[in-house]
Nanobody
């Protein structure tokens, strides 16, 4: 079975950092893209960043540029999202998802992890 285990969320103050992890299993990691999405209460799910096993990455969220960095460790089948200079508006449940290619549209992705909550206080 495909599994995507997201972790690393928590409560931080504005300006601090968090690193989220997504451990993937049950599929050939090299053949897919992993994307990070987020969803705040009352808002639509939005793409943050995505990465392929070859290291090619895409930024899906303008406000993440320069603050967030996605990376992968293919030996561990793990994708990371390093989030620096966090802002209260970054508060959301963050999900990782598996897809055939990087895309903004969440419907492109076929499997989702359970999400990890990030709360940024001002």
């Amino acid at each position: 079975d495909v599994q995507l285990q997201a972790s690393g969320g928590g409560l931080v103050q504005a300006g601090e950092s968090l690193r989220l992890s997504c451990v993937a299993s049950g599929f050939k990691f090299d053949d897919y893209v992993i994307g990070w999405f987020r969803q705040a209460p009352g808002k639509e799910r939005e793409g943050v960043q995505c990465i392929s096993s070859t290291g090619g990455s895409g930024n899906l969220l303008q406000s993440a540029k320069g603050r967030f960095t996605i990376s992968s460790d293919n030996e561990k089948n793990t994708v990371y999202l390093q989030m620096n200079n966090l802002k209260p508006e970054d508060s959301a449940v963050y999900y990782c998802a598996k897809g055939p290619f990087c895309a903004h549209y969440h419907g492109t992705y076929t499997d989702w992890g359970q999400g990890t909550l990030v709360t940024v206080s001002s």
